[in-house]
């Protein structure tokens, strides 16, 4: 079984600060990973995926996360963030192994304020 | 495309009730997932579809809950008798393939049980 952490549960920051996210996983085989917001009162939507290749995973809106295989870490970061990057954040892992479920992090609310 | 449609966005029923939640997915895309977003418990996967079969339902909580996908455009998420422990935002979500697929999630539908 795969599991994920993520290690802030929420992330005040000031508008036009750097923002890092943390997200640890634990899996015995090979996985691939995602990064999905959650904008209030919305459904989830990908920002990233690592599958293989570059470790540095560029996705939409600026953010970009660097899959780090001896930490087990896949770091979601955005340079400089906007009040529309107030959401909340999911790490998730999937086997690549089987038709494996994807298993979500338990989430990181960021707070952009100006 | 119109995106995953869930309906209806909120749903009150009083404990004892039937409920039943609906989901149309995005056309062509061959697999469909039930999610409940919790405070305690976070987003868990209750039942996911290949091709309008079940392929695991182990995250169904108890026999009190029953999903079904009668065509490859809906599918429903069935409550009966409903709980006030039941009370969680659902999602549906679905892809065209697994493994490396983005999973696109509909705007979920909050149910409270009295």
């Known amino acids: 079984a795969q599991s994920v952490t993520q290690l802030d549960s929420q992330v005040p920051v000031f508008e036009e600060a750097p923002v890092e996210l943390r997200c640890n996983y634990s899996?015995?085989?090979?996985?691939?990973l995602f990064w999905y917001v959650q904008y209030p009162n919305q459904g989830l939507q990908l920002l990233l995926k690592y599958l293989s290749g570059s470790t540095l995973v560029k996705g939409i809106n600026g953010f970009e996360a660097e899959f780090n295989k001896s930490q087990t870490s896949f770091h979601l970061r955005k340079p400089s963030v906007h009040i529309s990057d107030t959401a909340e954040y999911f790490c998730?892992?999937?086997?690549?192994?089987?038709?494996?479920?994807?298993?979500f992090g338990a989430g990181t609310q960021v707070v952009v304020t100006p | 495309d119109a995106g995953v449609i869930q309906s209806p966005r909120h749903e009150v029923t009083e404990m004892g009730q039937e409920v039943t939640l609906r989901c149309k997915p995005i056309?062509?895309?061959?697999?469909l997932f039930w999610y409940r977003q919790t405070m305690m418990r976070g987003l868990e996967l209750l039942i996911y579809?290949?091709?309008?079969?079940?392929?695991?339902d182990s995250g169904m909580p108890e026999d009190r809950f029953s999903a079904k996908m009668p065509n490859a455009s809906f599918s429903t998420l069935k409550i009966q008798p409903s709980e006030p422990r039941d009370s969680a935002v659902y999602f549906c979500?679905?892809?065209?393939?697994?493994?490396?697929?983005?999973?696109?999630f509909g705007p979920g539908t909050r149910l409270t049980v009295l």
């Open positions: 579809f290949n091709n309008n079969v079940p392929i695991d």
């Open positions: 056309s062509g895309h061959d697999y």
């Open positions: 998730a892992v999937r086997r690549t192994d089987s038709w494996g479920k994807l298993q």
């Open positions: 979500a679905s892809s065209q393939f697994m493994g490396t697929d983005t999973q696109y």
């Open positions: 899996s015995s085989v090979s996985v691939y």
